[in-house]
């Protein structure tokens, strides 16, 4: 009875360092990318805070970072074998989000550094590092650090305002990076490649956030611009802000069933 009783209660694989250290031979890639993100965030903290980290070397490393990870999303999604100069395979390339914040950090690696531009991939960072994070912690034991947990659920939690805030700050770094260029903090050419960035978000099927958020400012825009007493040339910047927007809008296919 006591042998049936204790099989019985044996509901799961066995959890612990050796489980831990099982999980991580059979999911290499998977474990590397939390290691990249969670140094991403670090990064980002030793920029805003430098107590130990020059805040230049930070804000770079967490580009690399960013890099690194979509490098090895692209990995994952788009395996070797199937890497070719084709039409069909460019236009696959451009679909994936990984490789739009590959190209994001390139674009920003000759940048003055700024807290807005380590905004999105400090998000989407955080919100996958705490994703794993619950994922080892279910390999170390279901009681393993509870404050973790805790930490993890909240982030887990606000994950949708995440992905809003990360799509803004995405939006809202374009007219930022014109003004960057004007004053000579950026290339001349990094606001027409930062747009090709926007676009591709915009377009992305994976990711409607950066769509969604230009459609709730456009409607943000357009009630503001219908209030009595507004002055005219701020109804009138408003609305051309509005048409320029959706005059440089790219079409979005509808995605795949």
């Not at 059979?26 to 991403?40: E, Q, S, Y």
């Not at 030793?46 to 130990?52: A, N, Q, S």
């Not at 009681?143 to 993890?152: C, E, G, P, T």
Request: charged content about 15%; some cysteine; proline content about 7%.
């Amino acid at each position: 009875m006591s042998e049936q009783s204790q099989q019985a209660g044996d509901t799961g694989p066995p959890k612990g360092i050796p489980a831990l250290k099982a999980h991580i031979t059979a999911n290499k890639v998977d474990v590397a990318l939390w290691g990249i993100r969670v140094l991403t965030v670090l990064c980002t903290i030793g920029y805003v805070l430098p107590v130990f980290n020059n805040p230049m070397s930070a804000f770079y490393k967490a580009l690399l970072g960013n890099a690194a990870t979509s490098a090895l999303r692209l990995h994952q999604r788009i395996p070797a074998r199937e890497i070719s100069l084709s039409r069909e395979f460019v236009a696959r390339f451009f679909l994936e989000d990984s490789a739009h914040y590959l190209f994001y950090s390139l674009i920003f690696m000759n940048v003055a550094p700024s807290l807005l531009i380590l905004t999105p991939i400090f998000l989407f960072a955080l919100l996958h590092a705490a994703s794993y994070s619950l994922t080892i912690l279910d390999t170390l034991g279901q009681n393993s650090m509870w404050v973790a947990r805790l930490l993890i659920s909240l982030v887990e939690f606000q994950s949708r305002n995440i992905l809003r805030a990360a799509a803004l700050a995405e939006i809202v770094l374009l007219p930022l990076v014109v003004l960057m260029a004007l004053f000579g903090y950026c290339s001349l050419l990094t606001p027409f490649v930062y747009y090709y960035f926007v676009t591709w978000r915009y377009a992305s099927r994976r990711n409607p956030y950066t769509r969604n958020t230009f459609r709730e400012l456009r409607v943000l825009a357009e009630r503001s611009a219908a209030k009595p007493g507004l002055p005219a040339f701020v109804r009138d910047g408003l609305l051309a802000a509005v048409r320029l927007s959706c005059r440089l809008a790219p079409p979005v296919e509808p995605a795949p069933q």
